[in-house]
Nanobody, 125 residues
Framework: QVQLVESGGGLVQAGGSLRLSCAAS????????MGWFRQAPGKEREFVSA????????HNADSVRGRFTISRDNARNTVYLQMNTLKPEDTTVYYC??????????????????WGQGTQVTVSS
């Protein structure tokens, strides 16, 4: 069983930056593909970004492409989401997730096996 703990959320002004971290424990982190998702109240959880287990492949949602960058450090069992040029519409709870399949990057919620508890990001206008 993998435990995922997100951190780094907070309040930032529009145009600012935040870096989210997700620390994993209890599993074979380097064999998992990892993803970031977000979910606003009353809405479905949506894909943000994903990275393959080797970090060779990444994929971002259209809404964040060019602004967000996903990376990972397998030695530290941690995945990151660097968020630049933040917009008020980026305000929501962000979740990291682990995909045991590990092959390539996937975007569907159901394809991920383990989830963190989420971290709140608030962007003020």
């Amino acid at each position: 069983q993998v435990q995922l703990v997100e951190s780094g959320g907070g309040l930032v002004q529009a145009g600012g930056s935040l870096r989210l971290s997700c620390a994993a424990s209890g599993g074979a982190f380097s064999t998992y593909a990892m993803g970031w998702f977000r979910q606003a109240p009353g809405k479905e959880r949506e894909f943000v970004s994903a990275i393959s287990r080797s970090a060779r492949t990444t994929h971002n949602a259209d809404s964040v492409r060019g602004r967000f960058t996903i990376s990972r450090d397998n030695a530290r069992n941690t995945v990151y989401l660097q968020m630049n040029t933040l917009k008020p519409e980026d305000t929501t709870v962000y979740y990291c997730a682990a995909d045991r399949n590990g092959l390539g990057v996937r975007t569907a919620v159901l394809e991920y096996d383990f989830w963190g508890q989420g971290t709140q990001v608030t962007v003020s206008s």
